[in-house]
């Protein structure tokens, strides 16, 4: 599976950015789908996930502000960022993994697209 993110730029705080990550392959479906996301001189953070079915899990750090959903049709996955926050500025990057529970570690999961920027302000 590749997997290419976009939709990252810059905002002030409180917007909101929608980020896509479509993925080629005809056994999109068959994944779980995540978002980490590395601040600078930061380790790798796990966001969100949505699972084969459409079940969701989410950092607590986002709860109430991020949405992830999947459109298996088009291969694409979104995250849905709302009322962003200055802490919220990192590389945010789309993976996958062959699992069936939602893994929230790096380790578990097999494809990792490129990673696409989103930069908040004060």
């Known amino acids: 599976v590749q997997l290419q993110a976009s939709g990252g730029g810059s905002v002030q705080a409180g917007g909101s950015l929608r980020l896509s990550c479509a993925a080629s392959g005809r056994t999109f479906s068959s994944y779980v789908m995540g978002w980490f996301r590395r601040a600078p001189g930061q380790e790798r953070e796990f966001v969100a996930a949505i699972s084969r079915y459409g079940g969701t899990y989410y950092a607590d750090s986002v709860k109430g502000r991020f949405t992830i959903s999947r459109d298996n049709a088009e291969n694409t996955v979104y995250l849905q960022m709302n009322s962003l926050k200055p802490e919220d500025t990192a590389v945010y990057l789309c993976?996958?993994?062959?699992?069936?529970?939602?893994?929230?570690?790096?380790?578990?999961?097999?494809?990792w697209g490129q990673g696409t920027l989103v930069t908040v302000s004060s």
């Open positions: 993976s996958a993994a062959g699992s069936r529970a939602i893994p929230t570690t790096t380790t578990m999961y097999d494809f």
